[in-house]
């Protein structure tokens, strides 16, 4: 899949990314032109207009309150407002 026309937060222009399976492969200020697949549709491209894309976010509630990282001390927090 490419998304088009994107504002890439931190770089300070439009780009373009694209994603196979689950993976960002690519992003660029360079048209990305569609992938020659193999088998199956042609690649999706999907423009947008006025639109922004930043990392994605940590959800702090579930990964500190149910312990699931690492610890960041010598203790287990008992909530994630520790």
Request: avoid cysteine; aromatic fraction near 0%; glycine fraction near 0%.
């Given at each position: 899949m490419i998304i088009r026309n994107i504002e890439i937060t931190g770089a300070g222009h439009r780009g373009n990314i694209r994603v196979l399976g689950e993976k960002i492969?690519?992003?660029?200020?360079?048209?990305?032109?569609?992938l020659a697949l193999d088998q199956g549709p042609p690649e999706l491209c999907l423009t947008f207009n006025g639109s922004l894309v930043f990392p994605g976010l940590i959800n702090s509630h579930d990964h500190l309150d149910f312990n699931s990282f690492p610890l960041l001390g010598n203790r287990i927090y008992n909530n994630y407002t520790e």
């Open positions: 492969v690519a992003v660029s200020s360079q048209d990305l032109s569609p």
